[in-house]
């Protein structure tokens, strides 16, 4: 029985990510990691609420500036590949 809560419990997350676009999952990837990490910080400083608080806050700008350097990358990859077939 705990082998499957387990189970679903990694499966459910996956299965909801399915259908976000790329920059809603660096969103939601940096808001879950930073409230994680502000949250844990946040107890050893005796008040992990507003750790993780401030931890999704900060996370969630991250995702949200990971996605952005993503997007002119990609952007710079599909001009230089469209230059590259005009010859300069």
């Known amino acids: 029985?705990?082998?499957l809560l387990m189970l679903a419990?990694?499966?459910l997350p996956v299965a909801a990510c399915a259908d976000m676009t790329p920059t809603q999952q660096r969103a939601l990837t940096?808001?879950?990691?930073g409230a994680g990490l502000g949250a844990a910080f946040?107890?050893?400083g005796g008040n992990a609420a507003l750790g993780?608080?401030?931890?999704?806050?900060a996370g969630l700008l991250g995702g949200l500036l990971v996605d952005q350097s993503a997007r002119a990358q990609q952007a710079a990859f599909q001009q230089g590949v469209a230059?590259?077939?005009r010859g300069g």
């Open 83 to 85: 230059a590259g077939r």
């Open 52 to 57: 993780a608080g401030i931890g999704a806050g």
């Open 1 to 3: 029985m705990n082998k």
């Open 30 to 33: 940096g808001t879950a990691a």
């Open 42 to 44: 946040g107890a050893i």
């Open 9 to 11: 419990a990694v499966a």
